[in-house]
């Protein structure tokens, strides 16, 4: 089935993971686990340490990680919290 998609409006299959536009995950086909993970993502607030400190990773912040050794986190991570440091 065909439904539009709840970010940009663009057609997407009830059976996609995500979006093939805009790459929102379709939430019929999430795990309540990734379902709690994107709204805590989206709420802004860290998964670990409970701050409202997390932030998108850009370049600079995945080249830090890397650096730092976080060689996994680096690539396949998208949020990092300021207050601790945790990668999600």
């Given at each position: 089935m065909i439904?539009?998609?709840?970010?940009?409006?663009?057609?997407?299959?009830?059976?996609?993971?995500?979006c093939p536009h805009c790459g929102c995950?379709?939430?019929?086909?999430?795990?309540e686990q990734q379902q709690a993970m994107r709204r805590l993502l989206t709420s802004g607030?860290?998964?670990?340490?409970r701050t409202g400190?997390?932030?998108?990773m850009d370049a600079g912040?995945?080249?830090?990680?890397?650096g730092q050794g976080n060689l996994l986190g680096a690539f396949i991570k998208s949020h990092r919290c300021n207050s601790c440091g945790y990668l999600a």
């Open positions: 439904t539009n998609c709840k970010d940009c409006g663009g057609k997407v299959s009830t059976e996609a993971a995500a995950p379709n939430v019929r086909n999430e795990t607030n860290c998964p670990a340490c400190n997390l932030v998108r912040s995945r080249g830090t990680a890397f």
